[in-house]
């Protein structure tokens, strides 16, 4: 409201927390629009100035790629591959465009993991939880000497709600509610039992 242009410190400060600001676990989409709002600011707080149009265009083109840098930079390590294959397309997408892919990374991650999305009055958050041992099934027909030490020992688990084997209350669909891929994986499961019996 009193900026007048001359105050370098306040462009400053908002540099700064573009390159600060951080996923930290949570929605990506609250992520994305915090950092929305600091690029909004810096825009007004210094305007471009250009007369030549192959210049503005040169300058807007690498101001995206800077915001995507600082967007895909502040994401959690969970977004590795995501992050990586973005930076490999050629030319480097748009920061929408590179926010969308992370979004549905985000709600794959959600689907796959047996997350929770829950709903508040006032915005939309995501519950989750680290993906535990009993939520992660090995390949369907794989052997079970292939499996890894992580699949063997979920045999030892046991739930005290279903009095299923292979989870624990803490993973137990019937208490958190069944993922897409679940019922999925149950409908191979019966075709190939059909096609074997």
Not at 53 to 74: C, I, M, N, P, Q
Not at 77 to 90: A, C, M, P, Y
Not at 103 to 127: F, P
Request: aromatic share 8%.
């Amino acid at each position: 409201m009193f900026y007048d242009g001359s105050d370098e410190s306040q462009y400053y400060e908002l540099r700064c927390k573009a390159t600060r600001t951080r996923h930290d676990g949570r929605p990506v989409n609250l992520y994305f629009t915090e950092l929305k709002g600091v690029w909004q600011d810096l825009d007004k707080r210094r305007p471009i100035k250009m007369v030549c149009a192959a210049d503005l265009r040169t300058h807007t083109e690498e101001l995206s790629k800077d915001r995507v840098y600082d967007f895909l930079a502040g994401l959690d390590n969970g977004f590795d591959q995501v992050r990586s294959e973005i930076l490999r397309i050629k030319p480097i997408l748009g920061i929408e465009e590179c926010f969308n892919l992370v979004r549905r990374e985000a709600q794959r991650k959600t689907t796959m993991l047996g997350t929770k999305a829950i709903t508040t009055s006032s915005s939309m958050t995501m519950v989750t939880k680290s993906p535990s041992p009993s939520m992660r099934l090995p390949p369907t027909g794989t052997p079970r000497s292939n499996c890894t030490q992580e699949d063997i020992d979920k045999d030892k688990l046991h739930c005290n709600h279903c009095n299923g084997k292979q989870h624990t209350e803490e993973t137990c669909f019937e208490l958190h509610g069944y993922p897409e891929w679940y019922w999925e994986l149950k409908k191979q499961l019966k075709a190939k039992g059909k096609r074997t019996g």
